[in-house]
């Protein structure tokens, strides 16, 4: 077992900076944007570890950034998320369990309690993994993230944040401050779930993921349908074949799983060391069939006095 | 460029220099010289080096030291008290749940971690609690025992 010095690159001169609040880390931010924020870690130094990439020479440490952590319950039934709320306080949140299930179904999923505990949504969003498991939960929920730039604030919507693995729209010099879930407005009762399929239960990746939200009447008539993806594209996609033959329709079995089926139009996967292409796409239909029925049956429950 | 880092580990007050780079286990074992902790994968994958932090459970191999400023650091070797063992490690002893023992000081932060915030939980919830941390040797069931024979034993 070689020692830590021994793999570390030395050349490397690196520097650190601690901010004691929020403005602080933006006006730093904003003057050395070739910095690469740290919160958890569990991804940078992961990657780093793991010789994926190398720890970046300037390194600004949020963790301790008070105003950043949190889950708030905002007006009209909004929801503010910290960018320090780790996975952890999204698993435990009453409120999220309530009424953004599938967001705390995948926050339930991440590695173990020591990732989720250390592990922050910010980081996992920044990231921009295709197989975050936030990503298809926050898609739809038609979550946005608040960025803090040179100019103040500014909201965009999280698909149109992440646009590509590892890639997202954030300006140099931006740092994401809070994801913000509005209240969701459907006829009805709502339910949502999220589904992985995994090899094993714990410190696992989604080999593919589906988050679900449905709407019903009491008739079963489907009110609103929404579906992610998780893994089978180059960033986390809604499937909206699926939805348009939900939305309207009686839920039966049948449509169930044709809509089910309608979801491999969205998806682009890959081959990698976790699945082939072709055993992500055979697997999204049995996904996804799974997140609606278990949204289905979340939304029934509570039409259910 | 090093930077002074201020860790307090189970209860004792350290002060290093080092570089931005290095993680926590890395300092608990090379600056510190507490070798309880252990280097599996280094990959954040194995919970070998799984210390507590304020209590909660942190993969210390991946974890940059410096953000490890100001929080209460326990590890393996603040389990025992007065000479006398943890009730956590003397059931791993009794109920077979230590082989090779390379992966016990992880199992025992995680376990420990899990009965202080949870001082009963079910078999189910251990086996979740401890998902993060491989054993290569017993098949986990004398771990597990072990866990549910000191929640019950302390009441």
């Known amino acids: ?305 | 460029m090093r930077y002074p880092l201020a860790l307090v580990v189970n209860g004792v007050a350290y002060q290093v220099e080092i570089e931005p780079h290095r993680n926590l286990l890395s300092v608990i074992r090379g600056e510190l010289g507490l070798t309880g902790t252990k280097e599996g994968c280094d990959d954040s994958e194995c919970g070998a080096c799984m210390v507590l932090m304020a209590g909660r459970p942190v993969n210390s191999c991946s974890f940059l030291a410096l953000q490890a400023g100001g929080q209460p650091i326990q590890t393996v070797e603040g389990l025992a008290m007065n000479g006398q063992l943890h009730p956590l490690q003397k059931a791993f002893l009794a109920e077979g749940g230590v082989q090779c023992g390379f992966c016990t000081p992880g199992m025992l932060m995680s376990a420990a971690s899990l009965l202080d915030r949870n001082p009963h939980p079910s078999e189910d919830e251990i086996k979740r609690y401890l998902g993060g941390n491989l054993c290569r040797c017993t098949g986990y069931a004398g771990i597990v025992r072990a866990v549910l024979k000191t929640a019950a034993a302390a009441g």
């Open chain 1, 1 to 305: 077992m070689g020692g830590d010095e021994a793999r570390a690159p030395a050349v490397i001169d690196r520097s650190y900076f601690q901010p004691a609040d929020l403005k602080q880390a933006r006006s730093f931010i904003a003057k050395h944007q070739d910095t690469k924020v740290v919160a958890g870690g569990t991804d940078l130094v992961v990657a780093a570890r793991s010789g994926k990439s190398t720890l970046p020479g300037s390194l600004m440490a949020i963790h301790n950034l008070k105003e950043l952590a949190g889950i708030e319950e905002g007006r009209g039934g909004r929801l503010k998320i910290g960018a320090l709320a780790t996975h952890g306080d999204l698993e435990e949140s009453t409120v999220l369990q309530r009424n953004w299930t599938a967001l705390s179904d995948a926050s339930a999923l991440v590695g173990s309690p020591a990732t989720r505990h250390i592990g922050t949504v910010g980081g996992n969003i920044c990231n921009a993994s295709p197989a975050m498991e936030l990503g298809s939960p926050l898609l739809i929920f038609e979550a946005e993230v608040e960025l803090a730039g040179k100019g103040g604030l500014r909201r965009v919507p999280f698909g149109s944040f992440v646009v590509g693995p590892g890639e997202t729209t954030a300006r140099p010099g931006e740092l994401l401050t809070a994801v913000l879930l509005p209240r969701l407005k459907v006829r009805g009762t709502a339910g949502s779930a999220y589904i992985r399929l995994e090899y094993r239960r714990a410190m696992e990746i989604a080999i593919v993921g589906a988050a679900a939200l449905i709407a019903v009447d009491r008739s079963r008539r489907c009110k609103e349908a929404r579906v992610g993806l998780t893994a089978v594209a180059p960033t986390c996609v809604r499937a909206s074949d699926t939805e348009e033959m939900l939305r309207g329709a009686v839920l039966d079995s049948e449509l169930l799983n044709r809509a089910a089926a309608a979801a491999t139009r969205a998806c682009s996967p890959i081959d990698d060391v976790r699945a082939s292409a072709d055993y992500r796409l055979a697997m999204v239909q049995v996904i996804v069939l799974r997140a609606i029925t278990r949204a289905l049956d979340r939304a029934l429950a509570q039409s259910t006095p």
